[in-house]
């Protein structure tokens, strides 16, 4: 079946600092979907891209999809102690696949002070 | 408040025990889906329905045995669990199928331990 790699799996960064996490399909995607868990809470939507080469802005956030729609990215700058939690890409193939997303295993930030 | 709401929020239950698990959405969504999150692993994806259809099983052991009576409500029976299925299972809810890919919506999620 489909997979997704995600790394790294873990980041320790200084409030003030960048974060990156990305996000490898072996196979060409239909779209890509990003959320946040937060500690204790469930996953919340962050945004979907679609379009090869697409790159949007929430912020201080910034989600790209490559050009060959195989690799995603979520770059935060200048990290808040709010930014702490799970960071998930979500890839769907499409076709029938409707719904059907994988999962990243997920980027766990942690932000200090 | 997310507009999924996923009942009981904790569950422990014996391996013989029969349990089932609720979701209620009021975001008039048409599809719903269970997944489950262990630690250390993706989230995996379970089931989908859509428009009360199940349209994904995705190789789940039949002790997991989800209905879905309307667009609103899914369960997911559980009935002769085992120590390595504990873990939280999260339902959400998304437009349904012919509207492109959409947000999926979670709910808080049933935190299940098996004794």
């Known amino acids: 079946g489909q997979q997704v790699m995600q790394i790294p799996q873990y980041q320790h960064v200084q409030e003030g600092e960048d974060f990156t996490t990305y996000c490898n399909s072996s196979t060409t995607l239909s779209n890509i979907q990003w959320y946040k868990q937060r500690p204790g809470g469930h996953p919340v939507f962050l945004i979907q891209?679609?379009?090869?080469?697409e790159v949007k802005k929430q912020k201080r956030l910034t989600f790209q999809f490559g050009e060959a729609k195989k690799n995603s990215s979520l770059h935060i700058t200048a990290t808040q102690t709010t930014d702490v939690g799970t960071y998930f890409c979500a890839a769907n193939a499409g076709g029938t696949s409707y719904g059907k997303l994988t999962f990243g295993q997920g980027t766990i930030l942690t932000v200090h002070p | 408040e997310t507009g999924v709401t996923q009942t009981p929020r904790h569950l422990v239950m014996g391996m013989t025990n029969k349990k089932s698990l609720k979701c209620e959405q009021h975001l008039g969504h048409n599809a719903m889906y269970w997944y489950k999150q262990s630690a250390k692993k993706p989230l995996e994806l379970m089931f989908v329905?859509?428009?009360?259809?199940?349209?994904e099983n995705n190789s789940v052991p039949s002790r997991f045995s989800p209905e879905c009576p309307n667009s609103s409500h899914l369960f997911l029976h559980l009935h002769t669990l085992q120590p390595e299925d504990s873990a939280l299972y999260l339902c959400?809810?998304?437009?349904?199928?012919?509207?492109?890919?959409?947000?999926?919506?979670f709910g808080d999620g049933t935190r299940l331990s098996i004794l």
């Open positions: 959400a809810s998304s437009r349904g199928q012919g509207t492109g890919n959409q947000p999926q919506h």
């Open positions: 891209l679609v379009k090869s080469g």
């Open positions: 329905y859509n428009f009360k259809e199940q349209t």
